[in-house]
């Protein structure tokens, strides 16, 4: 029997993005201690790679207890027999859904026929997606865009997955074509929902608690992905904030530091210290945006090599600059200067 969880957490549904490089498992239940309801997606994973058991590939589906209820591992491809026996090995890991890329606009990605490519056939799309929802026990969710050159086929398309047996559906606020130039646009994302019984969940440009009030309105829920990275607290805020309670309060630079270093802690014990350190240089930037000496810092941590000399690097950051805290946005601003 199908237990479908998207239809048991709470509402409005808050969903950490999936982000490849960035949203690995250390990272994931770092943003789950903070705020326990999120709905955490695993990096993109090819399902060709997946159904061949590459060691990599298996290694980026792995998950902790501490990441259940809810985890969902996102698969890429387009191939029927691939996405088959790739569903089959991520159901028997244990996990609560499958997410499916339609969204993706890498040029390696979509020049493959994977990820968003699938939006220039939605029909023969919707046919995949019926006979993967229709082998497995776990509910499917779908992530994508407006569309691939504009929106005017969304709706249409929209219904067709959710007659395919889709559970919920994420839409991003730009096409294909537009990347991420641009404005995210979330009225089209508005009037699916408007069509559809299925959660709908939007996505693109959510930089803040203010924000996502606003962008909320007839939707189930929001997608948070790169303002995430600067600021793991979003999620907890968003909640506080949609159920009429006080927004926590924004952490400090010290604790903003701390999360940095118990992730580099996770994922040293997860790959080891070396290979850690070269793969969070990418994320170390996001702690000292806007402080004294950023350059200088920046260029240390993407040269550090393990966990002692990130430490120190870290302490002279704290002794560098008085005590701040972090905006919705993951900007610093001096705690005496605000109102």
């Known amino acids: 029997m199908k237990r479908n969880f998207w239809k ?13 490089g960035y949203t690995e498992s250390p990272f994931r239940r770092l943003v ?15 399902t060709e790679a997946l159904r061949h058991r590459n060691e990599k590939t298996m290694q980026l589906v792995e998950f902790t207890p501490e990441e259940k209820d809810f985890y ?20 028997d890991l244990g996990v609560d859904g499958i997410d499916l890329n339609l969204g993706c606009p890498s040029p390696k990605i979509v020049g493959s026929g994977h990820g968003s490519a699938l939006l220039r056939d939605p029909d023969a ?40 047996g889709i559970a919920s559906l994420a839409i991003h606020g730009r096409t294909t074509q537009q990347k991420f130039s641009g404005s995210a646009q979330w ?27 606003q962008r909320l309105k007839n939707l189930d829920g929001i997608m ?36 940095f270093r118990r992730h580099a802690q996770l994922a040293a014990q997860m790959k080891g210290e070396k290979w850690a350190m070269i793969e969070m240089r990418k994320h170390f930037a996001h702690c000292i945006r806007g402080i004294r000496g950023a350059a200088r810092f920046r260029d240390r941590l993407i040269r550090v090599s393990g966990l002692d000399e990130l430490e120190e690097i870290f302490q002279e950051i704290l002794l560098t600059e008085p005590e701040k805290t972090i905006t919705e946005t993951g900007d610093l601003r001096d705690r005496k200067n605000q109102k």
């Not at 497995?136 to 959710?162: H, I, M």
């Not at 979003?234 to 999360?259: H, M, N, V, W, Y």
């Open 32 to 46: 789950k201690a903070i705020e326990p309801s999120v709905v955490l997606i695993s990096e993109l994973v090819s």
């Open 224 to 259: 948070i992905g790169r303002a995430a990275l600067r600021n793991p607290w979003i999620f907890a805020q968003c909640r506080a904030a949609f159920e009429g309670k006080t927004i926590p309060p924004k952490p400090s630079l010290e604790q903003q530091i701390d999360f």
């Open 187 to 213: 009225e089209k994302i508005y009037e699916v929902k408007e069509n559809v019984s299925i959660p709908v969940l939007g996505n693109g440009d959510v930089t803040s608690v203010k924000i996502a009030v």
């Open 72 to 91: 969902c591992v996102q698969l890429f491809g387009k191939e029927e027999t691939s996405f088959l026996e790739a569903v089959k090995i991520v159901e």
């Open 125 to 164: 799309t919707a046919r995949l997606i019926e006979k993967i929802t229709c082998s497995t026990d776990l509910p499917v969710s779908v992530k994508t865009r407006l569309g691939f050159y504009d929106d005017r086929n969304l709706v249409q398309t929209a219904k067709s997955f959710e007659s395919a």
């Open 8 to 20: 048991e957490i709470p509402r409005p549904i808050l969903t950490l993005a999936p982000m490849a």
